[in-house]
């Protein structure tokens, strides 16, 4: 899976920030997922990702971040995902999808670095596969028009999974 954007980590006492630079797709979704995941089963607690440099996220992208809130409210230490200073394109996704109502976002950018990207290939195919399922599931349970259609994407996508 070759990613289009760029995702970088630092650290601030008990919170992990992520920075979403470029294209939010289905490639930086996993690698965030992952290392999101780690975090919060080290102990992390909270989970903030910066999007004031992300170009525009897919849908994928949009449900994990659901996801990620979800797990992180599930961990023992009952951790909190925000998102810092999304871009206009990406406040604009989540502002009409309702995604906003549902998650903390603050208006002001993380400081500067010290910052350490993320790298490394996503070859796990059913890793990905779950990753964009779960994705869009979080999404078919939003409210209204944007949960309606998702709910049409989440279940073709169970029934490929099926297959």
Known sequence: MVRQGRVFTSSRGATTIFRVVGPATIGESALLRQAAEERLDQGAAGLRV???ECAWMDSTFLGMLLVLARRAERSRQGARLSIASPSAECR????DTG???LLE???TAEPQGPWTELLG????VEALRRNVLSAHQQLAQLPGDAGAEFREVARALSDD???
């Open 99 to 101: 995604v906003a109502d």
């Open 121 to 124: 290939p996503i070859d796990d």
């Open 92 to 95: 604009r996704v989540l502002d």
């Open 50 to 52: 910066d999007l004031s």
């Open 105 to 107: 976002i603050a208006s």
């Open 161 to 163: 999974a099926r297959r």
